[in-house]
T-cell receptor, first 109, second 111 residues
């Protein structure tokens, strides 16, 4: 099956800093989503982005499908951005969403 | 527009017992997927239901079974509970190959 790797695994930022999270995948994908999991376990959809670039406030994402990677940019980070960020893909003929290993982000004052 | 609803939110069961978790999909979504997330790990795919049939299954034993009803809602059943079944169980709904929407999850503790 398709493999999804995320980097870095852990990230500590001071409030106001910018960061870039990366997601690499091993095969072509039909769907790619970025999620933020809050401390209560809720997976919140940030972007549905199988290709191209999207922006939503301080967050933006870019997927380069031909090179099999996606980037999530967080600008002017806030403490509420803390949590785990997951990349998940739907590849080939599969109907299941496969998750990456996650990036744990901690934003400090 | 209601999102994905899961019940119960928390559950404590004893080893060997059976448990049923419930999920109502987002309006307009006809496909339901179940995931298990152990502490500190990413969600692992259990199975997916579409048109009341299991469409795809992950690497989980037969103790894990499910059902989808005509209104697209779904249940996850786990028999003969083990301590290792303690986890957050997440339900997601989707339509065709549209994006997935996840519920808040059911946190199961097996003692």
């Amino acid at each position: 099956g398709i493999q999804v790797e995320q980097s870095p695994p852990d990230l500590i930022l001071q409030e106001g800093a910018n960061s870039t999270l990366r997601c690499n995948f091993s095969d072509s994908v039909n769907n790619l989503q970025w999620f933020h999991q809050n401390p209560w376990g809720q997976l919140i959809n940030l972007f549905y982005i199988p290709s191209g670039t999207k922006q939503n406030g301080r967050l933006s994402a870019t997927t380069v499908a031909t090179e099999r990677y996606s980037l999530l940019y967080i600008s002017s980070s806030q403490t509420t951005d803390s949590g785990v960020y997951f990349c998940a893909v739907l590849g080939g003929t599969a109907s299941k969403l496969t998750f990456g290993t996650g990036t744990r982000l901690q934003v400090t004052l | 527009d209601a999102g994905v609803t899961q019940s119960p939110t928390h559950l404590i069961k004893t080893r060997g017992q059976q448990v049923t978790l419930r999920c109502s999909p987002k309006s307009g979504h006809d496909t339901v997927s179940w995931y298990q997330q152990a502490l500190g790990q990413g969600p692992q795919f259990i199975f997916q239901y579409y048109e009341e049939e299991e469409r795809q299954r992950g690497n989980f034993p037969d103790r894990f079974s499910g059902h989808q009803f005509p209104n697209y809602s779904s249940e996850l059943n786990v028999n003969a509970l083990l301590l290792g079944d303690s986890a957050l169980y997440l339900c997601a709904s989707s339509w065709d190959r549209d994006g997935y929407t996840f519920g808040s999850g059911t946190r199961l503790t097996v003692v």
